[in-house]
């Protein structure tokens, strides 16, 4: 059983271009959400999805960020005219609806973006 | 708003003895607390949890931890250290809301040094 897949590993975009982050949760966890953890700093909520549902997106800033999770397909975490300050590694992590890990995140491996 | 704080940024201990690192809370009801690892550039890793019951908690690689509700803490011990336990640790607290696990409030994280 995988664990949860974020690709790329590593990103670099220049100032102004888009950022796409995957994540391919673990095999029955329906449950996905997003954390950006900068420099020196812990880890800040930024969304929880479910299959084509935004449940939380009260971490998510208010202008150029979105994110997505289909019915088929990973989630999504999209920056649009990334700034410089958009630099960090974005974390996914993704639960269980059911079962006695129904309230456990298991985290992805993140993608770090730098932006030029 | 919940909050998590854990008070030491950096601890150094000697290989082989006895690890305390410390998380406090603040949240309006009992929360789920949980300890995640991070080694450099690496995802996180979760050590151990606390959703009910029994107040002390065991975790993988020795590690175990005690929920203090009169204290709102939940400090991580290890009666031995290894050099491999060498990395970044996050104290996080979360809550289910009926639908599934809300988003995470981490920790700054405290990063342990292990001295030979």
């Known amino acids: 059983n995988a664990g949860v897949m974020q690709n790329p590993r590593h990103l670099v975009r220049r100032r102004g271009q888009e950022a796409r982050l995957r994540c391919s949760p673990m095999k029955g966890h329906s449950h996905v959400y997003w954390y950006r953890q900068l420099p020196e700093e812990g880890l800040k909520f930024m969304v929880y999805l479910q299959k084509e549902n935004i449940i939380d997106e009260s971490g998510m800033p208010k202008e150029r960020f979105s994110a997505e999770f289909p019915k088929e397909g990973p989630s999504i975490l999209r920056i649009q005219q990334v700034v410089r300050g958009d630099s960090a590694a974005y974390f996914c992590a993704s639960s269980p609806r059911s079962g006695q890990a129904k309230n456990i995140q298991y985290f992805g491996a993140g993608t770090r973006l730098s932006v030029l | 708003a919940q909050s998590v704080t854990q008070p030491d940024i950096h601890i150094t201990v000697s290989e082989g003895a006895s690890l305390e690192l410390r998380c406090n809370y603040s949240?309006?009801?009992?929360?789920?607390l949980f300890w995640y690892v991070q080694s450099p550039g690496q995802g996180l890793q979760l050590l151990l949890k606390?959703?009910?019951?029994?107040?002390l908690v065991q975790g993988i690689k020795g590690f175990e931890a005690e929920f203090k509700r009169s204290q709102s803490s939940f400090n991580l011990r290890k009666p031995s250290v290894h050099w491999s336990d060498a990395a970044e640790y996050f104290c996080a607290v979360g809550m289910y809301s009926g639908g599934g696990a809300d988003g995470l409030t981490f920790g700054k994280g405290t990063h342990l040094i292990i001295q030979p």
């Open positions: 949240y309006g009801a009992t929360p789920y």
């Open positions: 606390y959703f009910s019951g029994d107040t």
